[in-house]
């Protein structure tokens, strides 16, 4: 079965560092996503991905965050400068033209 | 603005039992409606899928039914195990703006 793949699995960076989330989404999807969950919350939506541009995004996603597919098969997420409230789980995802999203593993982000 | 509610938030029951999770949403124009598992810690696998013109969809033990003019889904699950256990998420989809609203889960314990 199509997976998405997410890496790192965990990452742990200092405050104000750039990071980048990497997924591989599957390869026949045209719309891809980020979403986080912080931890006891619910899951919640970035931004929305189509065509090589965004789609949507969500307030959360201010200029700290950007979205990139550099080639044919990665899609990325970077935070400029992290704060301490971004910690959280990120996930990525995929999805045709039908809805029926596939979730990536997710990206455990630590931010001390 | 769509709301997804998720009662009761937690269950725990003995292990064969069969049990009903449940999944109100406020707004009926939705695209179609998700349910997914999450276990502790991980990513989030999808369960079933429910487009707007069905009922239901079933998959092994689980079956899933969607009433999209009241609001309501249920997910159903047969002759439980503790290898159930975990946190069952609905999320539905608007379409409009391709994203998924999320409810916080019910939290599912199967006691051997």
């Known amino acids: 079965e199509p997976e998405v793949t997410q890496t790192p699995s965990h990452q742990v960076t200092q405050m104000g560092q750039e990071v980048i989330l990497r997924c591989v989404p599957i390869?026949?999807?045209?719309?891809f996503y980020w979403y986080r969950q912080i931890l006891g919350q619910k899951v919640e939506f970035l931004v929305s991905f189509y065509n090589n541009e965004i789609s949507e995004k969500s307030e959360i996603f201010d200029d700290q965050f950007s979205v990139e597919r550099p080639d044919g098969s990665n899609f990325t997420l970077k935070i400029r400068s992290t704060k301490l409230e971004d910690s959280a789980m990120y996930f990525c995802?995929?999805?045709?033209?039908?809805?029926?999203?596939?979730f990536g593993s997710g990206t455990r982000l630590t931010v001390v | 603005k769509q709301e997804v509610t998720q009662i009761p938030a937690a269950l725990s029951v003995p292990e064969g039992e069969n049990l009903v999770l449940n999944c109100s949403f406020t707004d009926s124009a939705i695209y179609n409606l998700q349910w997914f598992r999450q276990d502790p810690g991980k990513g989030l696998t999808s369960l079933l899928l429910?487009?707007?013109s069905q009922r239901e969809q079933t998959s092994g033990r689980l079956n899933a039914s969607l009433d999209k003019s009241s609001g309501r889904s249920t997910l159903y699950i047969a002759a439980s195990q503790p290898g159930d256990s975990a946190t069952y998420l609905c999320a539905v989809y608007a379409g409009n703006n391709r994203k998924l609203i999320w409810g916080l889960g019910t939290s599912l314990a199967v006691n051997p």
């Open positions: 995802a995929s999805s045709g033209d039908r809805g029926g999203y596939t």
């Open positions: 429910i487009q707007s």
């Open positions: 390869s026949n999807h045209l719309y």
